[in-house]
């Protein structure tokens, strides 16, 4: 029990909920622009966290549900936030029929395992790798606008870049994650979360820097 409430204390947890103050404090730089979700993101994040921990350690030692729903509401928003920060209409369209994709994964790895105490794994990956494509997609459109020439504007690089690192890093560290445990010992498994917990602390750290050295964001999509 104690070795889990001690995630409060650790610094990837901290950065986390640094990042989510950031955001908040310096919201009026883009409140009108396209990323304005990336704030109840980042706090749905430690909500998430903060819930799955306290309700494993008090109420019942399974919180797959909790990290299931987090799952699906998450990419939902991003998803929205991709969605409208592109212009191109034929990108657009890419990302609904991705993001269709998606849902219909959730939908069908519910009917497969129940995601009350089981983690519904094979949509979590599928929306990783195609969170990826997205994001690709998001930078192809940041690239060919100004954000590109006025980088202290240039916010939603910062946002989609500190989440690229996360998702890049997320696809293989999921899989190895999700594999057979009995073929890992101990010191594997922990390692692999580590590194997880360094990849974030490191993306935390981009948009910390992000939320504080850009500029009021221009007004976009």
Not at 141 to 170: D, M, W
Request: charged letters at 10%; proline letters at 4%.
């Amino acid at each position: 029990m104690e070795d889990l409430l001690s995630h409060f204390y650790s610094p990837f947890f901290i950065s986390e909920v640094l990042a989510a103050l950031c955001a908040s404090i310096f919201f009026n730089k883009y409140k009108n622009t396209a990323v304005w979700l990336i704030m109840p993101i980042l706090w749905m994040a430690v909500i998430a966290e903060s819930s799955g921990v306290l309700y494993y350690v008090y109420v019942y030692p399974n919180n797959s549900w909790i990290f299931n729903l987090y799952d699906l509401i998450f990419y939902l928003l991003f998803y929205l936030m991709i969605y409208n920060f592109v212009l191109d209409e034929k990108r657009k369209k890419i990302i609904k029929s991705l993001s269709a994709l998606v849902l219909l994964a959730f939908v069908i790895n519910t009917l497969l395992v129940n995601p009350i105490y089981k983690a519904l794994t094979y949509a979590s990956i599928l929306d990783t790798i195609i969170l990826v494509i997205q994001l690709m997609y998001a930078a192809i459109e940041a690239l060919k606008s100004q954000y590109i020439f006025s980088p202290k504007q240039s916010l939603p690089l910062f946002i989609f870049g500190s989440y690229l690192i996360i998702e890049l890093a997320l696809i293989p560290i999921s899989l190895i994650r999700n594999m057979d445990l009995h073929i890992w010992s101990n010191e594997v498994y922990y390692g692999v979360n580590t590194i997880l917990g360094y990849v974030l602390l490191i993306a935390n750290a981009v948009f910390i820097f992000g939320f504080i050295w850009t500029k009021p964001s221009l007004s976009y999509a």
